[in-house]
């Protein structure tokens, strides 16, 4: 059973987790990897705050219960602007505690999508790298409005 951990940013601290878990459960998104694999969510909390203070101590916590890969939600790269410390989050996960990071939880939400298209946010060779597991088709995207 892969065990999983996820990280939301705090502007978003309030949310209950229900597009994340609801992904996790259908296996879309980033989660879709694990389309044949049980999973187990054994850690959810938020960075802490810009500059994502959290992110130093919450994974320890997540480690303890097992936790293989760190999702960095999808909030942190459609939220206005996207997180400006999701590369470093990258990789300190990965070097401090030796655990997969990926990018994304969700589809990303059509609104948001075509925000960010309208922008040129994720023209980059980079963000298409890191968007590539939580972009969907225009259905699956409406669907997580």
């Not at 296996?27 to 994502?52: H, I, M, Q, S």
């Not at 992110?55 to 999702?71: C, F, L, Q, R, S």
């Not at 075509?114 to 699956?140: F, N």
Request: aromatic share 10%; with cysteine; net charge neutral.
């Amino acid at each position: 059973m892969k065990k999983l951990g996820i990280i939301i940013c705090d502007r978003y601290h309030t949310c209950a987790g229900g597009k994340c878990l609801r992904a996790l459960r259908r296996r879309e998104g980033a989660f879709a990897r694990y389309a044949d694999e049980e999973v187990e969510l054994v850690g959810y909390t938020t960075c802490g705050g810009c500059p994502g203070g959290n992110v130093e101590y919450a994974p320890a916590e997540m480690k303890k219960n097992g936790a293989e890969v760190v999702h960095l939600a999808t909030g942190l790269v459609v939220g206005y602007p996207p997180c400006p410390r999701l590369g470093a989050f990258e990789e300190f996960l990965a070097e401090k505690y030796g655990v997969e990071v990926v990018v994304g939880t969700h589809p990303i939400p059509e609104g948001y999508f075509q925000t960010h298209q309208k922008l040129g946010t994720w023209e980059s060779a980079r963000w298409q790298e890191r968007i590539k597991d939580v972009l969907a088709d225009e259905t699956t995207r409406r669907a997580y409005d």
